[in-house]
């Protein structure tokens, strides 16, 4: 005797009555009554049976015609059963482990023309509604896909024309200029989508050799790195780059108002003609008029030297140093050097000739002076900063 049923016969009759009047998936339905889909889809069927005669078997008592028809109807189930493992097995692979309604929508819409909505929708726990309002919002997705294709398109642009450099607050800025109307972390969750990034920088060596023989040099800007106009106060550095066996020293100098590099040499050596060369260069570049600047380094052997000190006095500079192996002393100096390595990606590369290095520190040089948007002065580059200059933005430079 087989084991009696945990459900009540009225219970069936609600339960197959629940699913015709709601219209919604058995699926549904069954897990709000806690039970198995799969027991309420055969009660539903069972309902959809023919009547048969009190006690009789099947195909017991039925006519040919009858017989016919119950077999017909039984092909057609298992047909149906066939078709629904088909489709469940194709969507388990479509889906990929992505079983969000979404993923259930596109494979709905791929699929329909061969199952039809109302199966799948059914098969797949989604109602038909739902599924016709995503339809109709195919046209707005599509258009925001376009959109979003080409603001990386001109993101891929922007980025290139950097040299890679980039990353997304600058071409933000680089886009705002252009009239591309968008905001930082759209640029950002594109960039991250498409696998666009700036660069970054690795540790640097040490290039300060202190002098202790040389005479104490005051620390005038005391880590304040602002300036109330162009040629109150400039800073200036060395750094190395790897050229073949050996190295190119570049030394720098540096407005503070501006960050515009206003002088700079490259040499094979760190003597003490590599910084003076660069101070030559900006005073000429300033008009040979620099008198009272200050010209903050930091205790390098070549910035202490006697011969530095005088050309600094020939031209009215005032030295100003920080202290030794600080580099938070000499702050604004650092970062130009840590900006122009990771764009140059110079802790990855080595020059075959000193003629390449040269000529691609020149060209950045003159990008980073004219092209390249710099986060302190409102992402403009520092020659346009110079060009806009009013008594207003030089009270913000100051701020």
């Known amino acids: 005797m087989g084991r009696p049923s945990k459900y009540t016969e009225e219970f069936r009759r609600d339960a197959v009555e629940l699913v015709r009047s709601s219209g919604r998936p058995i699926n549904e339905v069954a897990r709000e009554l806690g039970m198995s889909h799969e027991t309420l889809r055969n009660w539903v069927r069972r309902q959809d049976q023919p009547a048969r005669p009190e006690g009789a078997a099947a195909g017991v008592g039925l006519s040919v015609a009858d017989k016919d028809a119950e077999i017909a109807r039984l092909r057609a189930e298992v047909a149906e059963l066939r078709v629904e493992k088909e489709i469940l097995r194709k969507a388990a692979a479509y889906f990929q482990g992505d079983g969000s309604v979404t993923s259930r929508f596109q494979f709905i819409s791929t699929h329909r023309a061969v199952y039809g909505v109302k199966r799948l929708c059914r098969l797949l726990a989604v109602s038909r509604s739902g599924f016709y309002r995503w339809i109709a919002a195919e ?35 680089e886009l705002h200029a252009q009239g591309v109307r968008v905001n930082r972390k759209r640029v950002e969750r594109v960039m991250r989508q498409r696998g666009i990034a700036g660069k970054h920088l ?46 190119l020293f570049l030394a720098t100098v540096i407005d503070i108002a501006t960050r515009r590099l206003i002088g700079w040499s490259i040499n094979t050596h760190m003597r003490t003609s590599l910084v003076i060369d660069a101070l030559e260069a900006a005073v000429a570049a300033r008009g040979g008029q620099v008198d009272g600047v200050i010209f903050h380094t930091d205790k390098g052997s070549q910035y202490g030297s006697t011969a530095f000190a005088a050309v600094c006095d020939r031209h009215g500079v005032r030295r100003s140093t920080g202290r030794t192996g600080t580099s938070y002393d000499n702050a604004l100096a650092e970062a130009f050097f840590a900006t122009l390595k990771r764009e140059l990606d ?24 004219h092209r390249r948007r710099h986060s302190a002065l409102g992402y403009h580059s520092p020659a346009d900063y110079e060009r806009t200059l009013t008594s207003a933005t030089l009270q913000q430079i100051a701020a």
């Open 139 to 173: 046209p707005d997705r599509r258009a925001r896909a376009e959109a979003e294709d080409e603001l990386a398109d001109q993101i891929a642009a922007v980025h290139t024309e950097s040299s890679g450099t980039y990353g997304s607050p600058r071409v933000t800025a």
């Open 202 to 247: 690795r540790r640097r060596r040490r290039t300060t050799i202190p002098d202790p023989a040389a005479a104490p040099v005051t620390d005038l800007l005391r880590r304040d790195f602002t300036a109330t106009a162009p040629d109150q106060r400039w800073c200036g550095d060395i750094t190395y780059l790897r050229v073949g066996a050996g190295w």
């Open 346 to 369: 110079v802790d990855r590369r080595t020059w075959a000739c000193e003629a390449d290095a040269r000529r691609d520190v020149f060209r950045w040089i003159a990008f980073y002076n």
